[in-house]
């Protein structure tokens, strides 16, 4: 049974409070933006250390803080060790965003780059690949909030994903990638604050022996490390993060939002600092059976263990550390997507001569209409985050081998790009519903790969470098 350690008057203070703050907050760092620049890449002049916060903000998602303790609590020790190896994306991604930054100074988003350097089938497939996984991790982020809400307050599901989406649309609108970087560097520190604590006092309180010894006696295949499914999960996973974030344009949009020379670097240190946030975040799920505690859904354990050991003023201090790492992830996804359908639907399928100040507008207009699009599609709780996420998967590792060829090589064309991400995405869904989630994205990074090799060997096209300026 869950029992409700934050009062409904508590919980619907703190939402009221975060959101006035959040909200003019954004105001005031979006008053002096005048340019499509200076909304959608912060003016392109982002620093070391706000380029580092945001990098590391955004990838710590409601599915670090909350996905990475249920899969510990369904898979166990790998589930856990599985999930810190999305870590990998933001490491591998730092050379190329610093190649990303050198070939197209003037990009504004991913879809510039497939358009360009593979033509308009390409840039098809990546734009329904690209869109299908930004709703579905903006759904997954919309039904954290309702998680997380009605978990340690007893508040219905939907006023709590309702108004995280309410929040982020508005300081997003207001501020644009200024707001969203500016609130990321804020929301890392008490991320970063609030897991450390949560994780000292779960071991002072239990200790490891008692937790072993629990999960020994209860559920001893957590602790199996030949754990079938578990093993597999820990390889797709790998994929999976690459494929996340080689892709998608949350990561491109900073490629190009930071200075000259700041991307690698900012990269590289988000990857390091958030490789053990998953585990430790993962690893108070295992504490389950030492509280006796069953959650009626395995994606409420995080919040449910954590407000247990911290009582009534941690359940407060948890509510803050889950709904800041919510909202960092949020309300990225909502301008990266945002700039998506901007510049590649909008101005490159809609209206190809579409001024900047036109731009701007539909760029302001569509962040609403995502948030109202995940907020209708967020209502009915339809599965767990994790059967909601990892779909995705299927898509976005088969971006990777394109993208990166694509960023090498000048041998590989459009046509074997776009029958890459084609096969792979479909393949990857065949093997999501008939085996399951925790193959989809290896196999579809397979296939992608085997389509582009023998794309390399068959063709030898001269792309010309230039074409990206």
Request: charged share 10%; with cysteine; proline share 3%.
């Amino acid at each position: 049974m869950n029992a409700v350690v934050l009062s409904t008057e508590w919980a619907i203070a703190i939402v009221i409070v975060f959101g006035v703050l959040w909200v003019a907050f954004g105001w005031w760092l979006g008053r002096n933006n005048r340019t499509l620049d200076d909304f959608m890449l912060a003016g392109r002049n982002v620093g070391f250390a706000f380029a580092s916060a945001t990098a590391m903000a955004t990838w710590i998602t409601s599915n670090t803080t909350l996905l990475a303790p249920q899969l510990t609590y369904e898979l166990g020790v790998w589930g856990m060790l599985g999930y810190s190896m999305a870590a990998l994306g933001l490491i591998l991604f730092a050379p190329l965003a610093k190649r990303i930054k050198a070939l197209m100074p003037h990009g504004y988003t991913c879809g510039d780059f497939i358009r360009r350097r593979y033509g308009r089938v390409a840039w098809y497939v990546f734009l329904i690949v690209a869109l299908a996984y930004s709703f579905g991790w903006l759904v997954s982020l919309g039904m954290g909030g309702g998680i997380l809400i009605s978990t340690l307050s007893g508040l219905d599901y939907r006023v709590g994903m309702s108004a995280i989406l309410f929040i982020c649309v508005c300081y997003t609108l207001l501020g644009g990638l200024k707001a969203v970087i500016a609130t990321d560097f804020v929301q890392t520190i008490i991320i970063l604050i609030g897991v450390i604590l949560i994780a000292y006092v779960g071991i002072s309180k239990l200790g490891l022996e008692e937790i072993h010894t629990a999960v020994e006696a209860k559920s001893p295949q957590l602790l199996n490390l030949l754990f079938p499914a578990a093993l597999m999960f820990l390889f797709n996973n790998i994929f999976f993060g690459i494929g996340e974030i080689f892709h998608s344009n949350v990561w491109w949009s900073r490629a190009f939002a930071f200075k000259d020379k700041i991307g690698k670097k900012a990269f590289l240190l988000a990857g390091v600092l958030w490789l053990p946030i998953p585990i430790v975040t993962g690893f108070i799920a295992l504490a389950a059976p030492a509280l006796g505690l069953y959650p009626a859904s395995s994606d409420m354990v995080g919040p449910l263990i954590a407000a247990k050991i911290l009582g009534g003023v941690g359940a407060f201090f948890v509510f803050i550390v889950v709904f800041s790492a919510m909202a960092s992830s949020l309300d990225s996804l909502l301008a990266a997507t945002s700039d998506l359908i901007t510049k590649d639907i909008y101005g490159g399928i809609i209206n190809k001569n579409a001024d900047k100040e036109k731009l701007l507008k539909v760029s302001k207009v569509s962040i609403v209409i995502l948030g109202v699009i995940t907020w209708a599609l967020c209502f009915p709780r339809i599965d767990t985050l994790a059967a909601i996420l990892m779909i995705t998967g299927a898509f976005v590792a088969s971006t990777i081998w394109p993208i990166v060829f694509g960023l090498y090589f000048r041998r590989l064309n459009g046509t074997v790009a776009a029958l890459a991400m084609a096969g792979g995405s479909a393949v990857g869904l065949t093997l999501y519903f008939q085996v399951g989630y925790y193959v989809s994205a290896l196999s579809s990074c397979v296939v992608s790969l085997f389509v582009c090799l023998i794309g390399l060997m068959a063709y030898d096209e001269k792309f010309d470098w230039k074409r990206l300026q």
